[in-house]
């Protein structure tokens, strides 16, 4: 009988022990979280504002240009919230059926890429507007009976794409 409780005891303290070994390996590693925001940029400064706050593209352009921030820009921000850094490979948008827009050349901010994010820290990259409207385009040419919400994304060393949350449902009123 002692040795079926001591069984049970080991039992219990080795699943409690690899339960703690899988949290730790979830929790050390890098976990990115990625925010995707309109803006403009203006008098050396970059303005932002997250998706799920505008109501309006046209309007909240219009709003920003109108203080001097003349340029619309679509904005990737990416957050680290994890214990070790990660090599950031690229960024861009993307619509559910897998066509993706990847800026190569006008990017307007100053961070290159490939970027090493380290642990704790946030990037911000930012990509001409007109770049976004015009994927919009191309992807209700192709696929004219369907809705395109735009979503932003990095890709990770790894091959790993994480997308943002938030998406951009644009219509073209507003593009």
């Given at each position: 009988?002692?040795?079926?409780?001591?069984?049970?005891?080991?039992?219990?303290?080795?699943?409690?022990?690899?339960?703690?070994?899988?949290?730790?390996?979830?929790l050390e590693g890098p976990r990115l979280r990625v925010h995707?925001?309109?803006?403009?940029?203006?008098?050396?400064?970059?303005?932002?504002?997250?998706?799920?706050?505008?109501?309006?593209?046209?309007?909240?352009?219009?709003?920003?240009?109108?203080?001097?921030f003349s340029q619309p820009v679509l904005v990737v921000e990416?957050?680290?919230?994890?214990?070790?850094?990660?090599?950031?490979?690229?960024?861009?948008?993307?619509?559910?059926?897998?066509?993706?827009?990847?800026?190569?050349?006008?990017?307007?901010?100053?961070?290159p890429m490939p970027y090493v994010l380290e642990p704790h820290?946030?990037?911000?990259?930012?990509?001409?507007?007109?770049?976004?409207?015009?994927?919009?385009?191309?992807?209700?040419?192709?696929?004219?009976?369907?809705?395109?919400?735009?979503?932003?994304?990095?890709?990770?060393?790894?091959?790993?794409?994480?997308?943002?949350?938030?998406?951009?449902?644009?219509?073209?009123?507003?593009?």
């Amino acid at each position: 009988m002692t040795s079926l409780i001591i069984s049970i005891i080991a039992l219990c303290v080795s699943i409690s022990n690899v339960t703690w070994q899988l949290a730790r390996f979830v929790l050390e590693g890098p976990r990115l979280r990625v925010h995707l925001k309109v803006g403009a940029l203006g008098r050396d400064n970059l303005v932002s504002i997250p998706v799920e706050n505008v109501k309006n593209l046209d309007e909240t352009f219009a709003s920003l240009a109108s203080r001097g921030f003349s340029q619309p820009v679509l904005v990737v921000e990416v957050v680290n919230q994890g214990r070790l850094g990660v090599q950031l490979l690229d960024f861009g948008v993307d619509v559910p059926k897998g066509l993706s827009l990847k800026v190569v050349e006008g990017v307007v901010t100053d961070t290159p890429m490939p970027y090493v994010l380290e642990p704790h820290q946030e990037a911000t990259w930012a990509m001409p507007f007109e770049y976004v409207a015009n994927f919009a385009r191309a992807c209700k040419e192709t696929w004219p009976n369907e809705t395109h919400p735009l979503k932003a994304y990095v890709h990770r060393a790894g091959g790993k794409k994480i997308r943002s949350a938030q998406i951009l449902p644009l219509t073209f009123t507003d593009v």
